[in-house]
Nanobody, 128 residues
Framework: QVQLVESGGGSAEAGGSLRLSCIHS????????MGWFRQASGKEREAVAT????????YYAASVKGRFTISQDNAKNTVFLQMNALKPEDTAMYYC??????????????????????WGQGTQVTVS
């Protein structure tokens, strides 16, 4: 059974940085989509960044492009989200998710939460 465990959330000042990690265990890592989503209070869950575990294909939401970077360490089955130049509007619960279909990281397609069927417990990011 695949499990995703996030870490690295916390508080930061505007302009600061945080790095989130997501460890994938219990199943094959290669050949599917991994994504970071976030949900702010009172808002819908949205895709932040996605990556295909088998290659370099990535997606970034317009609101984070140029500030956030998604990367992976295939040897450690871990996905990272480096968040720089943080803004108060980045405050949210951040979730790691996996899509084994995979359709959630197809080039030219905006990832949707419904594409992803395995989720971590989330890690809070607060920017002030």
């Amino acid at each position: 059974q695949v499990q995703l465990v996030e870490s690295g959330g916390g508080s930061a000042e505007a302009g600061g940085s945080l790095r989130l990690s997501c460890i994938h265990s219990g199943g094959p890592y290669a050949g599917h989509c991994m994504g970071w989503f976030r949900q702010a209070s009172g808002k819908e869950r949205e895709a932040v960044a996605t990556i295909f575990t088998g290659g370099p294909s990535t997606y970034y939401a317009a609101s984070v492009k140029g500030r956030f970077t998604i990367s992976q360490d295939n040897a450690k089955n871990t996905v990272f989200l480096q968040m720089n130049a943080l803004k108060p509007e980045d405050t949210a619960m951040y979730y790691c998710a996996a899509d084994y279909a995979p359709i959630g990281c197809r080039v030219g397609r905006t990832p949707q939460p419904d594409d992803y069927n395995i989720w971590g417990q989330g890690t809070q990011v607060t920017v002030s």
